[in-house]
T-cell receptor, first 110, second 113 residues
C-alpha cells in the first residue's frame, strides 16, 4: 500500500461548483499534512496546511480525520483558475520526511 | 525576490555524458532537497541536505550525486546518465526539513537518449 494515496482524477467540474478531494495516508504516526497546488509543468506551491481542527482559507477548506487516516480539500465556487493538480503531502516520523501523493487533477470548465 | 533557481530548464543529453543541474536559493534556508517527478509516480526524493556538508539519500538516490559546499547551492550530478533518468527534476528548500513550506525551483526537464 502506498504511503499517501490520491485519486488521480481528472475531476471535471463546471465553474461555480463545489468539489472535494480526499487523500489517505498509511502511517498512523504521521504528524503534519499539507495541500500543494501544481499547475501544468510548473513547480508545486503550498496551498495550505491542514490542522487537526480543520481550517479555511477563502474558498478552500482543509480537514483532517485521524481516525480514518485521511485529509480532505474542499473548494467552493470553483473558478477556471483553480484548474491544476492538487498534491497531498504528509510529514512522518522523527526525520520529518515529507511524502507526496501523486496528485488529483482538477479541470474547471465554463 | 525570494526564490529557488534551477538551471538549465531543459536539457537533452546522451547516455553516459556527465551533467550537472544547478540549484541556488537566496532565502538562507538550512534544508535543500532534490526530487524527480514521473507520471503516475509523483514526486520522489533523490537526495536532501540538512545543512552545509550534510547530505543524505532519499528514496531514489541511485545514479545521482549531490554536494553542499555552500548553504545556498545544492547541485545535482549525474555521472553517467541513462534513459531511465529522463524526468522532470525539482530542487526545493525550506528553513527546516518538513517543518515549513517547501519552496520549489522552476524545474529541469531532462531527456537522456
Amino acid at each position: 500500500r502506498k504511503e499517501v494515496e490520491q485519486d488521480p482524477g481528472p475531476f471535471n467540474v463546471p465553474e461555480g461548483a463545489t468539489v472535494a478531494f480526499n487523500c489517505t495516508y498509511s502511517n498512523s504516526a504521521s504528524q503534519s499534512f499539507f495541500w500543494y497546488r501544481q499547475d501544468c509543468r510548473k513547480e508545486p506551491k503550498l496551498l495550505m496546511s491542514v490542522y487537526s481542527s480543520g481550517n479555511e482559507d477563502g474558498r478552500f477548506t482543509a480537514q483532517l480525520n485521524r481516525a480514518s487516516q485521511y485529509i480532505s480539500l474542499l473548494i467552493r465556487d470553483s473558478k477556471l483558475s483553480d484548474s491544476a493538480t492538487y498534491l497531498c503531502v504528509v510529514r512522518t516520523g522523527g526525520g520529518n520526511k515529507l511524502t507526496f501523493g501523486t496528485g488529483t487533477q482538477l479541470k474547471v470548465e465554463l | 525576490e525570494a526564490q529557488v533557481t534551477q538551471n538549465p530548464r531543459y536539457l537533452i543529453t546522451v547516455t553516459g555524458k556527465k551533467l550537472t543541474v544547478t540549484c541556488s536559493q537566496n532565502m538562507n534556508h538550512e534544508y535543500m532537497s532534490w526530487y524527480r517527478q514521473d507520471p503516475g509516480l509523483g514526486l520522489r526524493q533523490i537526495y536532501y541536505s540538512m545543512n552545509v556538508e550534510v547530505t543524505d539519500k532519499g528514496d531514489v538516490p541511485e545514479g545521482y550525486k549531490v554536494s553542499r559546499k555552500e548553504k545556498r547551492n545544492f547541485p545535482l550530478i549525474l555521472e553517467s546518465p541513462s534513459p531511465n533518468q529522463t524526468s522532470l527534476y525539482f530542487c526545493a528548500s525550506s528553513m527546516e526539513q518538513g517543518l515549513s513550506p517547501l519552496h520549489f525551483g522552476n524545474g529541469t526537464r531532462l531527456t537522456v537518449t
